[in-house]
T-cell receptor
Framework: NAGVTQTPKFQVLKTGQSMTLQCAQD?????MSWYRQDPGMGLRLIHYSVGAGITDQGEVPNGYNVSRSTTEDFPLRLLSAAPSQTSVYFC?????????????FGPGTRLTVT | KQEVTQIPAALSVPEGENLVLNCSFTDSAIYNLQWFRQDPGKGLTSLLL?????REQTSGRLNASLDKSSGRSTLYIAASQPGDSATYLCAVNTNAGKSTFGDGTTLTVKP
């Protein structure tokens, strides 16, 4: 299993540009989430999904969109990039069984908005 | 709103010492709590998961405890090694797919 994969690893955007961060998992996990991590801080939840076709907002959803058309994929779209969105973005997935919500993380995407 | 606090923010110890990292949370209605390790510039590696019905979990030199009623968890590291140097994060899971993280404790183990 590849686990949770994220692309790209690094990205530089200009203010106002849009882009999509990709996240995929091959563990048949029901739950998937997007987080951002700013320097010296923990992770803050952006959006999450409890299954295909179902998404909900986390703590810091503004400026981001998500959709979940398949179990495997959970892309994160930045609509109009702002310097405040410079951060490291992590995608995570988890199972809905006994070890419910035990999260597995991707390697992250480091985004810089100039 | 769930809030998670980790104390201390940074800790430096000599090699071989036993140490305790603390995590506290404000809402005791949790499903489970997960401890992670993060190396600089890297992703998160899961260390231990404690279900809400459990009191502790052990893996090698690591032992995590959970006291749900008081909103506290501790991560005990025995016989610390320089390779244990990293940031340790705890995450509390209260709703489906929704986790709240602490800001982490950065541990440095000096040879």
């Amino acid at each position: 299993n590849a686990g949770v994969t994220q692309t790209p690893k690094f990205q530089v955007l200009k203010t106002g540009q849009s882009m999509t961060l990709q996240c995929a998992q091959d563990m048949n996990h029901e739950y998937m989430s997007w987080y951002r991590q700013d320097p010296g801080m923990g992770l803050r939840l952006i959006h999450y999904s409890v299954g295909a076709g179902i998404t909900d907002q986390g703590e810091v959803p503004n400026g981001y969109n998500v959709s979940r058309s398949t179990t495997e994929d959970f892309p994160l779209r930045l609509l109009s990039a702002a310097p405040s969105q410079t951060s490291v973005y992590f995608c995570a997935s988890s199972w809905g069984g006994f070890r419910i919500y035990e999260q597995y993380f991707g390697p992250g995407t480091r985004l810089t908005v100039t | 709103k769930q809030e998670v606090t980790q104390i201390p923010a940074a800790l430096s110890v000599p090699e071989g010492e036993n140490l305790v990292l603390n995590c506290s949370f404000t809402d005791s209605a949790i499903y489970n709590l997960q401890w992670f390790r993060q190396d600089p510039g890297k992703g998160l590696t899961s260390l231990l998961l404690i279900q809400s019905s459990q009191r502790e979990q052990t893996s090698g030199r690591l032992n995590a405890s959970l006291d749900k009623s008081s909103g506290r968890s501790t991560l005990y590291i025995a016989a610390s090694q320089p390779g244990d140097s990293a940031t340790y994060l705890c995450a509390v899971n209260t709703n489906a797919g929704k986790s709240t993280f602490g800001d982490g404790t950065t541990l440095t183990v000096k040879p």
